[in-house]
């Protein structure tokens, strides 16, 4: 004798809703985002403090007005700041004065946040000197890519591609810079050698020399030739460093003495250094213990690699 079986239809329902209202409620953000703080920093810069994270792509200048009853403060970029609440205003020179400002900020909801309320202008200078905090180094690398500490002088950076390469520049929030081709891509089986020989901030401040490599090439292992560069039997306390004669290949800054050039193969490299009125060259080798002994003289680097 068979025992009938009933399909359990009205236990499979009443699972799916269990299962249905078992995760939480979906959250909704019905919160704008407010202004919590506002605080100059120095005569060009002034942080602004949020309740919470901002949606960075809405960050814009013309989202934002400074002014007096006289006038307007020219606003010259707007950055995301340090953490994903605060937001730094570049201006032009403040006054001790008050100054009233009117913003337009969205959270990551796009929930719009609107603002208006008044300060007291910085007359602090800023003596700070920009850094690059964030650079592209090694293999497998199309184009350079920079992040500066603070947002540069666009017009004021001097920079050289060795080998020689023609590049575009394409400038974000004037704090990143990113180098590409401007016609055909980086050659597979070259190292190439960024030096920014100079750059200054929004208040003039200078920054040091900086140079970096990267390569097209996916299997990459460089070789490096380091020596010294002496002037009178003492290291050379700061200059610049260049591979090759007719054709630069490269470039180093010297620290103390010492410089470090990275190539493909272990021959010997023409090395000229330049320091503060003194000059040598020579060759070198990653092989060698190589000294470069300097002269006095002045011997224009901007005239070799122009």
């Not at 200054?200 to 990267?214: H, K, W």
Request: glycine residues 6%.
């Amino acid at each position: 004798m068979f025992r009938r079986f009933k399909c359990p239809l009205t236990l499979i329902v009443i699972t799916l809703l269990f299962c249905a209202h078992k995760g939480p409620p979906l959250h909704i953000d019905r919160i704008d985002p407010r202004l919590e703080k506002i605080a100059p920093v120095n005569d060009h810069q002034i942080f602004l403090y949020f309740s919470e994270a901002l949606d960075t792509t809405s960050i814009k200048s013309e989202n934002f007005l400074i002014y007096t009853e006289q006038e307007t403060l020219k606003i010259i970029t707007v950055t995301p700041g340090n953490t994903s609440e605060q937001i730094s205003l570049y201006t032009q020179k403040m006054a001790k004065i008050e100054y009233f400002i009117d913003g337009r900020v969205y959270d990551l909801s796009r929930r719009v946040g609107i603002f208006k309320t008044k300060f007291i202008g910085s007359i602090k200078p800023d003596t700070i000197q920009p850094v690059i905090t964030n650079y592209s180094k090694g293999f497998k690398l199309k184009n350079f890519s920079l992040e500066f500490s603070e947002p540069i002088d666009t017009g004021s950076i001097k920079y050289y591609i060795f080998p020689k390469r023609k590049m575009v520049k394409d400038w974000h929030y004037m704090k990143k810079l990113y180098l590409n081709p401007e016609t055909d891509s980086l050659n597979y089986d070259t190292t190439y050698y960024l030096f920014i020989s100079e750059m200054q901030d929004l208040s003039g401040n200078r920054g040091a020399p900086f140079v970096t490599t990267i390569t097209p090439d996916t299997i990459y292992n460089p070789i490096f030739i380091r020596g010294k560069a002496v002037f009178n039997d003492t290291p050379l306390a700061s200059g610049i460093g260049l591979l090759g004669y007719e054709k630069i290949l490269g470039v180093s800054t010297i620290s103390q003495g010492e410089f470090l050039f990275e190539v493909r193969d272990s021959s010997k490299y023409f090395i000229q250094v330049f320091g503060e009125n003194c000059y040598g060259a020579d060759s070198a080798s990653a092989l060698d213990t190589n000294i470069v002994k300097l002269m006095p003289g002045v011997s224009k680097l901007d005239s070799i690699i122009n």
